[in-house]
């Protein structure tokens, strides 16, 4: 079994909403940094936004007041409520956990302090 496994993705456009989920197994979200990252094409992988163990959240400022984290300690998932979507959201979104990540009130993502990744899930956003 996968230890993430996002959902959700899918075609929009410019302008709407999608809901990623990233179920995690194995592990407990709780002592792990778990972060959003996406990767357009021809272009670095960046980081989306980040949650803690504490529920403490932050975003890339591309994105900030129009995506939210969030965090199911039931289900053992984290969720990304993306609304008011342009074209330059574009591109695979991973989640991933943080073996050596800190997500406080500020965030510098680094690819390599994360360990395990999902297999990605796209998101399109055009009309």
């Known amino acids: 079994q996968l230890p993430l496994v996002e959902s959700g993705g899918g075609l929009v456009q410019p302008g709407g909403s999608l809901r990623l989920s990233c179920a995690a197994s194995?592990?407990?979200?709780?002592?792990?940094?778990i972060a959003w990252f996406r990767q357009a094409p021809g272009k670095e992988r960046e980081g989306v936004s980040c949650?803690?163990?504490?529920?403490?959240?932050n975003y890339a400022d591309s994105v900030k007041g129009r995506f939210t984290m969030s965090k199911d300690n039931a289900k053992n998932a984290v969720t990304l409520q993306m609304n008011s979507l342009k074209p330059e959201d574009t591109g695979v979104y991973y989640c991933?956990?943080?073996?050596?990540?800190?997500?406080?009130?500020?965030?510098?993502?680094?690819?390599?302090?994360?360990?395990?990744w999902g297999q990605g899930t796209q998101v399109t956003v055009s009309s």
């Open positions: 194995g592990f407990t979200l709780d002592y792990y940094v």
């Open positions: 991933a956990r943080g073996d050596r990540a800190t997500c406080g009130s500020s965030w510098y993502p680094v690819v390599n302090e994360y360990d395990y």
């Open positions: 949650i803690n163990g504490y529920g403490t959240t």
